[in-house]
């Protein structure tokens, strides 16, 4: 293995409007990530005569893998460390242009990322904003290269390496951001395309095609789009497993090319592929040397550049349909498949956390969790300029993406199942502004139903759909599919027409009662005490001793630390004590929240759920954000996500205390 890398440059998300105006991401300004600057990295190499090595990413057992890769497998026993020039005399960077054909599998399981690579050939504005010019072995060669890749990826990212040597390729850059070489095993095209491009992935059934599937492919690659297909598998043993045709089960491919060619006196409809293993081609109708070919114009023959076992090859797009599962297309401007002339998207991101107790509710199928979910409000005023029926309706597309995923393997994670739900939603009071931005609650979703949703929940990177729904306002709720699941996503929402698109999230407010209490109800405890105040002490015994009459309650009892905080939070004259008047206040206080505590212990548990606990505060006055939930439940739920008495008085007590300064 030959490795020359510098690091990623990636900015967060929420930034990215205000970089792009500040013209950062490109090739000339690009944003630094871990504090590394590839020019300035080059340049000391040159000055000291050394070649690069990168500390953020060192060549060793690490980088190499966790399991199969990793430091005790036999499979990374003896590896070597190498620079190109080790490995061949004179190593070139790049020798007569870049092709789809340079690419060819080594022995790692990323073929989803070589058949991106290899559609990203196919066009050169592409390719060259993603490997700029200027870069070889030879001249102010310092072993650091620079790879620029996801301008519109909700980050900006600009990576420096140097992939396996020839005849294996395996891109360092995005092993790079994943971890090691293991984490590239498995996955989908799609996303090779996304790092690559910053475009939008859509994936196609080939069993369940739209009408104009064959238009959809075309269009798709006149316009430069990056195409991607595979067969399915039925059980592992299916897997790269070669079909009697020679097509390869659970591969990934390359579409490359369109054509329709005259047969026979007519029509038909050709599709070529691409095989990143160099090899292996189809051997059926339309293959490398097939009788088809003798029946068509010599000239036609000629200009469709057949080359024998090369990887690429024809078939006619009947046999593709019948034999391929799968398409995915990355779209560069993503209504490309839908219009003859191109027009842009008006394009909003966010970015979001699923979070255990508070923010990760799982799918619909967990009605009472459901609604903790981030939701977003996407608010459509105008209609399609051409809709393509007489049904009045917009356009939009809904792209939801988990970040990081890959990286979680070294510690047993994996991609989640995450799909996403689209509401209507009717604003209670109609202005002009419309719905206010409040997080909906359950019953809004007990009692209404989803206008659309994503087609299916699934275990991938990233899940789209393009949606058609009349004016109006709606609502995105993302998920994974079972509650409890963490992790981190970025929501994308392409709109044909401008709109109004926010998060729906609570202002944070506090409703704090009035301080003025009743002497009815504490005589009992002033005759307990000599000098007419409590120290920390003596709430403690007096609000255990109360709480331990309830036996509808679970609770460990109020700590020392506890008491400690509703005496800084009551006592006025700074006394370290509780008068008569302060006591009173507290206790009103803490009677109060009984009651609302429970009447959110639903099930009657003595405890409360994190979910039952969110509506338990807003009830008590205080509205929190998503943000806020999550800080809360970590603090005050158990492992079990449920919050006992004591801890739900606490919560409360730090969250007057917050509002009160």
Same mark, same amino acid.
């Given at each position: 293995?030959?490795?020359?890398?510098?690091?990623?440059?990636?900015?967060?998300?929420?930034? $990215?409007d205000r970089?792009?105006?500040?013209?950062?991401?490109? #090739?000339?300004?690009?944003?630094?990530?871990l504090?590394?600057?590839? =020019?300035?990295l080059?340049?000391?190499?040159?000055?000291?005569?050394?070649?690069?090595?990168?500390p953020?990413?060192?060549?060793?057992?690490?980088?190499?893998?966790f399991?199969?890769?990793?430091?005790?497998?036999?499979?990374?026993?003896?590896v070597?460390w190498?620079?190109?020039?080790?490995? %061949?005399?004179?190593?070139?960077f790049?020798?007569?242009?870049?092709?789809?054909?340079?690419?060819?599998?080594?022995?790692l399981?990323?073929?989803?990322?070589?058949a991106a690579?290899?559609?990203?050939?196919?066009?050169?504005?592409l390719?060259?904003?993603? %490997?700029?010019?200027?870069?070889s072995?030879q *001249?102010?060669?310092?072993?650091?290269f #620079?790879?620029?890749?996801?301008?519109?990826l909700?980050?900006l990212h600009? +990576? +420096?390496?140097?992939?396996?040597?020839a005849?294996?390729?395996?891109?360092?850059?995005?092993?790079?951001?994943?971890?090691?070489?293991?984490?590239?095993s498995?996955?989908?095209?799609?996303?090779?395309?996304?790092?690559?491009?910053?475009?939008?992935?859509e994936?196609?059934?080939?069993?369940r095609?739209?009408?104009?599937m064959?238009?959809?492919?075309?269009?798709?690659?006149?316009?430069?789009?990056?195409?991607?297909? @595979?067969?399915?598998?039925?059980s592992?043993?299916d897997?790269?497993?070669?079909?009697?045709?020679?097509?390869v089960?659970? #591969?990934?491919?390359? %579409?490359?090319a369109?054509?329709?060619?005259?047969?026979?006196?007519?029509?038909?409809?050709?599709?070529r592929?691409r095989?990143? +293993?160099?090899?292996?081609?189809?051997?059926?109708?339309? @293959?490398?040397?097939?009788?088809?070919?003798?029946?068509?114009?010599p000239d036609?023959?000629?200009?469709?550049q057949?080359?024998?076992?090369d990887?690429?090859?024809?078939?006619?797009?009947?046999?593709?349909? $019948?034999?391929?599962s799968?398409?995915e297309?990355?779209?560069?401007?993503?209504?490309?498949l839908?219009k003859?002339?191109?027009?842009?998207?008006?394009?909003q %991101?966010?970015?979001?956390? +699923?979070?255990?107790?508070?923010?990760?509710?799982g799918?619909?199928?967990?009605?009472?969790?459901?609604?903790i979910?981030?939701?977003?409000?996407?608010?459509?005023?105008?209609?399609?300029?051409?809709?393509?029926d007489?049904?009045?309706?917009?356009?939009?597309?809904?792209?939801?993406?988990?970040?990081?995923? $890959?990286?979680? $393997?070294?510690?047993?994670?994996d991609?989640?199942t995450?799909?996403?739900?689209?509401?209507?939603?009717?604003?209670?009071?109609?202005t002009a502004?419309?719905?206010?931005n409040v997080?909906?609650k359950?019953?809004?979703?007990?009692?209404?139903? @989803?206008?659309?949703r994503?087609e299916?929940?699934?275990?991938?990177?990233?899940v789209s759909n393009q949606?058609?729904?009349?004016?109006? *306002?709606?609502?995105?709720?993302?998920?994974?599919?079972?509650?409890?699941?963490?992790a981190?996503?970025?929501?994308?929402?392409?709109?044909?027409?401008?709109?109004d698109?926010?998060?729906?999230?609570?202002?944070?407010?506090a409703?704090?009662?009035? =301080?003025?209490?009743s002497?009815?109800?504490?005589?009992?405890?002033l005759?307990?005490?000599?000098?007419? =105040?409590?120290?920390?002490?003596e709430?403690?015994?007096?609000? /255990?001793?109360v709480?331990?009459?309830?036996?509808?309650?679970?609770?460990?009892?109020?700590?020392?630390?506890?008491?400690?905080?509703?005496?800084?939070?009551?006592?006025?004259?700074?006394?370290?004590?509780?008068?008569?008047?302060?006591?009173q206040?507290?206790?009103?206080?803490?009677?109060?929240?009984?009651?609302?505590?429970?009447?959110?212990?639903?099930?009657?548990?003595?405890?409360m @759920?994190?979910?039952?606990?969110?509506m338990?505060?807003?009830?008590?006055g &205080?509205?929190l /954000?998503?943000?806020? #939930?999550?800080?809360?439940?970590?603090r005050y739920?158990?492992?079990?996500?449920?919050?006992? &008495?004591?801890?739900?008085v606490?919560c409360?007590?730090?969250?007057?205390?917050? &509002?009160s300064?």
């Amino acid at each position: 293995m030959s490795l020359e890398s510098s690091s990623p440059c990636v900015c967060v998300p929420s930034q $990215r409007d205000r970089l792009r105006a500040e013209g950062l991401g490109q #090739h000339n300004n690009a944003i630094k990530y871990l504090n590394q600057d590839y =020019e300035a990295l080059k340049q000391q190499c040159i000055e000291s005569g050394t070649l690069f090595r990168d500390p953020q990413f060192p060549a060793g057992p690490t980088a190499l893998g966790f399991k199969e890769l990793g430091p005790h497998s036999s499979k990374t026993r003896g590896v070597e460390w190498k620079r190109p020039s080790e490995l %061949v005399g004179d190593p070139q960077f790049i020798v007569g242009g870049a092709t789809r054909t340079d690419i060819c599998q080594g022995a790692l399981g990323d073929c989803w990322l070589l058949a991106a690579i290899g559609s990203l050939t196919l066009n050169e504005e592409l390719l060259h904003r993603v %490997v700029p010019h200027g870069q070889s072995f030879q *001249e102010d060669y310092a072993g650091i290269f #620079h790879f620029q890749v996801g301008w519109e990826l909700l980050a900006l990212h600009s +990576w +420096w390496a140097v992939a396996e040597c020839a005849p294996s390729v395996s891109p360092h850059a995005s092993l790079r951001l994943n971890g090691c070489y293991e984490s590239l095993s498995g996955g989908s095209t799609t996303e090779g395309f996304e790092d690559f491009t910053g475009g939008v992935a859509e994936m196609y059934d080939l069993k369940r095609p739209p009408r104009n599937m064959a238009h959809i492919i075309r269009k798709a690659l006149e316009r430069g789009s990056l195409l991607g297909c @595979s067969i399915d598998i039925t059980s592992a043993f299916d897997m790269e497993a070669v079909t009697f045709k020679k097509l390869v089960k659970g #591969h990934a491919y390359s %579409v490359t090319a369109f054509r329709d060619v005259n047969y026979r006196g007519q029509q038909e409809q050709l599709i070529r592929i691409r095989n990143p +293993w160099g090899q292996v081609e189809w051997t059926g109708a339309w @293959s490398d040397g097939s009788s088809e070919w003798n029946n068509i114009d010599p000239d036609e023959r000629e200009e469709l550049q057949l080359k024998m076992e090369d990887g690429e090859f024809w078939m006619s797009f009947r046999d593709f349909m $019948r034999e391929f599962s799968r398409l995915e297309i990355c779209n560069l401007t993503p209504d490309a498949l839908t219009k003859d002339e191109l027009s842009k998207w008006h394009t909003q %991101v966010f970015e979001g956390t +699923w979070r255990r107790g508070s923010t990760a509710g799982g799918c619909r199928n967990h009605p009472a969790t459901f609604w903790i979910n981030p939701q977003f409000k996407i608010k459509l005023l105008e209609e399609d300029d051409d809709p393509g029926d007489d049904e009045v309706a917009c356009s939009f597309l809904v792209a939801l993406m988990q970040k990081h995923r $890959r990286r979680e $393997r070294r510690v047993g994670g994996d991609m989640h199942t995450i799909g996403f739900a689209v509401y209507e939603v009717t604003p209670a009071r109609p202005t002009a502004q419309g719905m206010q931005n409040v997080h909906l609650k359950k019953d809004f979703f007990l009692r209404n139903q @989803s206008r659309a949703r994503s087609e299916t929940f699934i275990n991938l990177r990233e899940v789209s759909n393009q949606i058609r729904l009349p004016p109006g *306002e709606y609502i995105v709720v993302p998920s994974t599919f079972e509650p409890h699941k963490e992790a981190d996503f970025v929501l994308r929402v392409f709109t044909e027409k401008q709109s109004d698109t926010a998060e729906l999230d609570e202002e944070i407010t506090a409703d704090l009662a009035d =301080e003025v209490g009743s002497r009815q109800g504490v005589m009992l405890t002033l005759l307990l005490l000599q000098d007419m =105040e409590i120290s920390v002490f003596e709430l403690r015994t007096i609000l /255990n001793r109360v709480i331990s009459r309830h036996k509808d309650l679970k609770t460990d009892g109020f700590s020392l630390d506890s008491c400690r905080n509703m005496v800084n939070l009551m006592d006025k004259d700074g006394s370290a004590r509780l008068g008569l008047v302060e006591f009173q206040i507290l206790w009103n206080k803490i009677r109060s929240w009984l009651t609302i505590f429970r009447q959110y212990d639903l099930d009657k548990s003595g405890t409360m @759920s994190s979910y039952e606990m969110r509506m338990a505060l807003e009830s008590a006055g &205080f509205k929190l /954000n998503n943000k806020l #939930h999550q800080v809360v439940v970590a603090r005050y739920a158990d492992n079990d996500l449920g919050v006992d &008495f004591d801890n739900f008085v606490c919560c409360l007590l730090k969250l007057e205390t917050m &509002f009160s300064e």
